[in-house]
C-alpha cells in the first residue's frame, strides 16, 4: 500500500455527514457498509445554528478533510422566484459554508494540518440566466477558494475547488428546472465526479474542472463576452426548452 493509500485509508475510516433532511441516515448506513464508521448529523447548513450543530457533533476529534459540498439551487427569473428561497440559495452555499469553513479551517492552522475541499461550480464562470442567484453563488465560491488558498500558503493547510458541470442528481428537480433542457439533457456519472474532486484534494490542486466538455466550457468562458454567456445560458435554462426527445 502506497502512502498515499495509507492516508485515503485514514481519511475515510471516520465520517461525520451532515443534511438537513432524514435520508443522511440511509446514506450513512450506504456508508457503513464499506466499514466506514459514520457520524450522521441532520442539521440545516444554511443556518449558524446548523454549523454550529455539525461542530458540536464532530468534537474534540480532529478534522483532516473537510468537503464542503453542501448547495442548494433554484430556476427561473430571478424576479419571479420567490426571495425567501432566493436567499435560501445564498445563505446555503454562501453564508453556511464559509462560516462551517471558517470554524473547521481555523481548527486545521492551528494543527497546520488539513485539506479543504469546496464545490464550485463551472457555473460560476458565466452569467446565469434563470439561475442568476445559484450561478452567483458559485462564482463566489471559485473566486473565495482561490483567495483562502493563497491565504493559507505555508501553513500545511491546502483548499482544492471542484468545479463540475451539470452532474446526474436530484439537483435539478429540486431547483424546479425539469421544464429546462439543462434540467432534461444527459449529465455527468457523480462518481466520476466526486472522485475527481478526491483525487485533486489528495494530490492538493488548486481546482479541477471535472469533465472534458466542461473544461471546454470553462475555457470558453475565459474569453467569450459576458453577454454572450448570458444568452448561452438562456438556451440551457429558460423554462419550456426541455429537450424530451
Known amino acids: 500500500m502506497t502512502e498515499l493509500e495509507t492516508l485515503e485509508k485514514q ?3 471516520e465520517v461525520a455527514a451532515a443534511a438537513d433532511e432524514p435520508a443522511i ?3 450513512a448506513q450506504d456508508i457503513r457498509s464499506f466499514g466506514t464508521r459514520v457520524d450522521a448529523v441532520q442539521a440545516d447548513l444554511s443556518t449558524a445554528e446548523g454549523v454550529d450543530r455539525l461542530y458540536v457533533a464532530i468534537g474534540a476529534r480532529e478534522v483532516d478533510a473537510l468537503l464542503a459540498n453542501a448547495g442548494r439551487g433554484l ?3 430571478f ?3 420567490d426571495f425567501g428561497q432566493a436567499r435560501k440559495v445564498i445563505e446555503t ?3 453556511g459554508t464559509i462560516y462551517l469553513i471558517h470554524k473547521i479551517g481555523n481548527d486545521m492552522r492551528r494543527r497546520n494540518c488539513g485539506r479543504i475541499l469546496i464545490t464550485g461550480s463551472v457555473a460560476g464562470f458565466m452569467p446565469g440566466t434563470y439561475q442568476a442567484v445559484y450561478n452567483g453563488t458559485k462564482a463566489f465560491l471559485d473566486s473565495f477558494s482561490f483567495a483562502i488558498r493563497a ?3 505555508g501553513t500545511g493547510v491546502s483548499v482544492t475547488c471542484l468545479m ?3 452532474t446526474e442528481t436530484e439537483f435539478f428537480e429540486r431547483a424546479d428546472m425539469m421544464d429546462t433542457k439543462v434540467g432534461t439533457q444527459k449529465k455527468d456519472d457523480p462518481a466520476k465526479v466526486a472522485r475527481d474532486g478526491w483525487d485533486a484534494l489528495m494530490a492538493g490542486h488548486a481546482h479541477i474542472v471535472s469533465g472534458w466538455m466542461n473544461k471546454v466550457q470553462a ?3 475565459h474569453v467569450a463576452p459576458a453577454a454572450t454567456l448570458a444568452e448561452r445560458h438562456r438556451e440551457l435554462a429558460e423554462p419550456g426548452t426541455a429537450d424530451n426527445d
Open 164 to 166: 463540475p458541470g451539470a
Open 25 to 27: 441516515d440511509e446514506a
Open 151 to 153: 491565504e493559507l500558503k
Open 79 to 81: 424576479l419571479d422566484q
Open 11 to 13: 481519511l475515510l475510516s
Open 219 to 221: 475555457a470558453v468562458a
Open 93 to 95: 452555499n454562501i453564508t
Open 75 to 77: 430556476g427561473h427569473a
